[in-house]
């Protein structure tokens, strides 16, 4: 095996979420929902003692736990949002960012939480629907 190679393996899940965007003028502005595909894509330049990146029951139970936990059926707002104290009061469920929760960003905090259950994560693509796709990664 060559330096050069790369192993990898990708784990694909899906979340139910409703979000709204701050200072945004069009449709997103209002809060609705989507059903959000997620690919976590882990890599390596070698396999482990069970020829493997990864064992993919390991990532379905610590990543998809998490995705689970955090962010499927949840209301996904910004910390900033006024809807937030109304939510609250009504007991329902949410995941807070320090920004607007597009794409872009549900993209860099899965990463960064999946990272941080110890799994060295190339990328992460979010689909929000089945045509529109955001992904983050670090060099």
């Not at 997103?28 to 493997?52: P, Q, T």
């Not at 007991?91 to 597009?102: A, D, G, I, S």
């Not at 960064?112 to 190339?122: A, P, T, Y």
Request: charged content about 30%; overall charge positive.
């Amino acid at each position: 095996m060559t330096k050069k190679e790369k192993f990898s393996v990708k784990k694909i899940f899906f979340i139910s979420y409703a979000h709204r965007l701050l200072n945004y003028n069009g449709k997103c502005e209002n809060l609705h929902g989507h059903n959000a595909r997620i690919e976590i894509k882990i890599e390596s330049s070698k396999l482990n003692s069970e020829k493997m990146v990864e064992d993919f029951t390991k990532i379905k139970n610590k990543a998809g736990v998490w995705l689970n936990e955090n962010l499927d059926h949840k209301t996904i707002l910004s910390n900033r949002d006024p809807l937030v104290n109304a939510l609250k009061s009504h007991k329902q469920k949410m995941f807070l960012t320090h920004e607007n929760p597009t794409a872009e960003a549900l993209c860099k905090i899965i990463y960064e939480n999946i990272r941080k259950l110890g799994f060295d994560i190339k990328s992460v693509k979010f689909w929000e629907n089945e045509t529109s796709v955001a992904s983050y990664k670090k060099n």
